[in-house]
């Protein structure tokens, strides 16, 4: 999912339950009686069939009740650990190469997986099965045929509606499934009915589609078969493909690291942009779409599912939200607390590993240990945290089989509509309290420190092997699982820049394009009717670096600060956004000169940075020699600063020090062109 110096690796799944019985069946073409009942299938041991959950031997586990363990914890609980027992006598997996797909030969060895949560699919020749399941699990269907499928279920019901949240680039509708028992297809009914909502979206990545085709199949369940009792206290809306025209720039080798399906779409947008790295930006008309969507229909959980790469390990769905630190801290207890568990419980039940999410300090040697990461809101999950929306990153682990991430995905999935639920008020209660906390110090950037409590990481055993091709050692795994006892983890907990919360901020009407992206997330603003005085503060920027480089379509700088006092006119016109409001931490990060994803950081106030008026040294030599004559004070400056040996032999830099002093220098140069209140 995200490329960064540590490895992302992680693993996502959604929801559990037994479909019809009476056509259950697996997909693999190896495997044999797929409606065998767990407690058969845990006696019926060979090298290619292994029990329910075999792939993984022994050791704790991340975040689980009873049965499970958790991974990592901080003395200011960002997580807990507890250790789980070994399954009695489980015969070893056996790692071999997989040949399902194009690129198996040249990806570490897997083990055979079967799992309860098999029998959730439908024979090849069900009425009912989803392309995923007529392909025997190796096969995702193209953007027209997961359309007229999902379509052609709608039509069965009135629970199942649809709308369009707007086109794409290259003219292709982002479709959204609303499921409620009613049959709502406007946002204001839905909110009518009080129940807590789900937004879950896939294939923000394109290729990464697991959450499309076990989305398809969970609500099959819901309308078709035995499941419509997870609409009585839930609402869910279902976005099958957010990046619909990577979705279908599809191919067998557009994701070399990543075990089906057969055909994956492409990683960016049309425009060869990130989605999940324009949350806070919000470039792309997919986000916009998305973002005003997210407005319109307020879900209580967004659920974004991916697919991860980096290293291998025995997880085989990893999923993560914001940390105890951040904005929303009242979400995150919920969300470790009351959710993990509940998810963690009911995965493991149907034969998963579920874990959080993974980030490797060295991909080569993981005995340095894990990262936990701090996301910002470029990222799905650090975007909810901001706008105190509960968002949980999925991240399948690609090296598993395309069939087993799908079900691992329904599972959750399931499994969250019930949570949910069941403990609506709770949910709704945290984000209520996160929305008005308001707390007066904001941190913008962290620093990473060791957890008192190190994890107990289910890894693959690997080797290092001098390569002939890179001339360097690499990284050879052999599909052995091994147990990596209190691995170090370093945590994103501490906090390095913060500022006050100002009580507003003023922005000038000219910059229209960042006005229109504050707009779109929904951040409340009003305009000044008349020319105002007010006494404010507003940044002095310094030292700007730009980077050399083009980052998703933009010119990113960074820039040192100082703050200071003004008094000024603000014009008719001027923008006003008040942060008492509940998106009021959302503009602060994006109007904050040193957050990371500020919008000044990603280079939408970049003209700012430019000197279009200038002195000619014929010019400044008589109005230097006359200023010095007028004020002794400034010549007693001059005599200090000529003690400096550099400047002292600069001679642009001594014209440059009058011009600056001078009535005649821009003063609007390096000055940040949004105003704060206190």
Not at 238 to 245: G, H, L
Not at 333 to 346: C, D, F, I, M, T
């Amino acid at each position: 999912m995200r490329l960064f110096s540590f490895s992302v690796i992680a693993i996502a799944c959604l929801s559990t339950g037994n479909l019809y019985p009476g056509n259950a069946f697996a997909n693999d073409a190896k495997t044999t009686a797929q409606t065998t009942p767990a407690a058969t299938m845990a006696q019926a041991s060979t090298t290619e069939t292994l029990a329910v959950g075999s792939p993984v031997i022994t050791t704790s586990q991340d975040a689980s009740p009873a049965a499970n363990s958790q991974a990592t914890e901080t003395a200011t609980n960002v997580l807990a650990d507890t250790t789980v027992a070994a399954p009695e006598a489980q015969p070893a997996p056996i790692p071999e190469r997989a040949n399902t797909f194009v690129n198996d030969a040249i990806l570490p060895p897997s083990i055979t997986w079967h799992g309860a949560s098999e029998s959730l699919m439908l024979s090849t020749d069900n009425e009912w099965a989803t392309p995923f399941e007529q392909s025997s699990g190796i096969e995702s269907p193209s953007y027209e045929a997961t359309i007229a499928w999902l379509d052609k279920l709608a039509g069965e019901t009135d629970k199942l509606q649809k709308v369009s949240l707007g086109k794409s680039p290259q003219g292709r509708d982002i479709w959204m499934y609303i499921a409620s028992s009613e049959g709502i297809n406007e946002s204001a009914r839905l909110k009518q009915n009080t129940k807590p909502t789900v937004l879950v979206q896939a294939g923000i990545h394109a290729g990464e589609i697991d959450g499309k085709d076990a989305g398809m199949m969970l609500l099959r369940d819901i309308i078709k078969g035995d499941k419509s009792a997870l609409l009585d206290k839930a609402n869910l809306l279902f976005v099958p493909m957010f990046s619909v025209d990577a979705h279908e720039r599809s191919g067998e080798f557009n994701r070399v690291n990543q075990r089906g399906p057969v055909n994956m779409g492409w990683r960016t947008t049309a425009n060869n942009l990130n989605l999940n790295r324009d949350y806070a930006k919000a470039d792309t008309l997919e986000m916009q779409h998305m973002l005003r969507a997210i407005n319109v229909w307020q879900p209580d959980l967004y659920i974004d599912v991916h697919v991860t790469d980096g290293i291998d390990y025995q997880y085989d769905v990893t999923f993560g939200y914001n940390l105890a630190q951040g904005l929303s801290p009242a979400s995150y207890r919920w969300l470790e607390n009351s959710y993990r568990p509940a998810v963690e419980a009911a995965l493991t039940e149907q034969g998963h590993i579920p874990g959080p999410l993974i980030f490797a300090v060295d991909n080569a040697d993981i005995t340095k240990g894990m990262s936990l990461w701090n996301p910002s809101p470029r990222f799905s999950n650090g975007y909810g945290d901001a706008r105190h929306l509960p968002t949980i990153l999925i991240e399948n682990h690609s090296l598993k089989p395309f069939k087993q991430r799908v079900l691992g995905t329904y599972v959750m999935l399931e499994q969250t509509l019930k949570t949910v639920g069941e403990q609506a008020t709770k949910l709704k209660s945290a984000i209520q309290e996160d929305k008005y906390r308001a707390s007066p110090l904001i941190t913008l950037t962290w620093k990473s420190a060791p957890l008192a409590k190190g994890w107990d990481f289910k890894g693959i055993d690997y080797q290092l092997e001098m390569s002939p091709i890179s001339g360097t050692e690499v990284v050879r795994w052999n599909g052995q699982p091994k147990l990596y006892p209190n691995l170090p983890v370093l945590a994103e907990t501490v906090p390095d820049i913060k500022v006050t919360r100002p009580s507003a901020y003023y922005i000038p009407a000219q910059w229209t394009q960042v006005i229109d992206r504050l707009n779109i997330h929904g951040i409340r603003m009003t305009r000044l009717t008349k020319p105002t005085e007010l006494k404010l503060q507003q940044y002095k920027l310094s030292n700007p670096v730009f980077n050399t480089k083009d980052f998703e379509g933009h010119q990113t700088v960074k820039a040192e600060s100082e703050l200071t006092k003004v008094s000024t006119t603000l014009p008719a016109g001027t923008i006003k956004i008040s942060t008492d409001q509940p998106l009021g931490d959302l503009a602060v990060l994006l109007l904050e000169p040193q957050s990371p994803d500020s919008l000044l950081q990603w280079g939408f106030f970049n003209p700012i940075f430019t000197r279009t008026e200038y002195i000619e040294d014929y010019a400044v030599e008589p109005l230097a020699a006359k200023m010095l004559k007028e004020d002794p004070k400034l010549q007693a400056e001059f005599d200090k600063a000529l003690t400096n040996a550099e400047f002292a032999a600069d001679p642009e830099a001594r014209l440059r020090w009058f011009y600056e002093r001078s009535p005649y220098y821009d003063n609007r140069y390096l000055k940040y062109p949004v105003y704060r209140s206190r």
